[in-house]
Nanobody, 116 residues
């Protein structure tokens, strides 16, 4: 089970850090991903980290940073320079390295609201 925290209300240009903790387990053998979804739209990929190697969607490059702390089984998404066009529901996911995220575990989602 993945438990998310962080999120909330931030002004445009501000920053937030989302956390994703494995409850009762470890993330050591899993890749970690972040996705987001705006109301009425499909969920879209934000970032993932496999081992220590991150990759990002184009809109996230230079603004968002994905990281993980294996000792604590926690993953993070640092989001900087947020703007009002950034959708407001963010989800973390964990899956085995060679498996799609849809086959793994998902967090409950966290809302990010950016005010202009």
């Amino acid at each position: 089970q993945l438990v998310q925290s962080g999120g909330g209300l931030v002004q445009a240009g501000g920053s937030l850090r989302l956390s994703c903790a494995a409850s009762g387990g470890t993330l050591n053998n899993y890749k970690l991903g972040w996705f987001r979804q705006a109301p009425g739209k499909e969920r879209e990929f934000v970032a993932r980290i496999i081992g220590a190697s991150p990759s990002y969607a184009d809109f996230a490059k230079g603004r968002f940073t994905i990281s993980r702390n294996n000792a604590r089984s926690v993953g993070y998404l640092q989001m900087n320079n947020l703007n009002p066009t950034d959708p407001d529901n963010y989800y973390c996911a964990a899956a085995l390295r060679d498996m799609p995220f849809n086959s793994g575990y998902w967090g409950q989602g966290t809302q990010v609201i950016v005010s202009s």
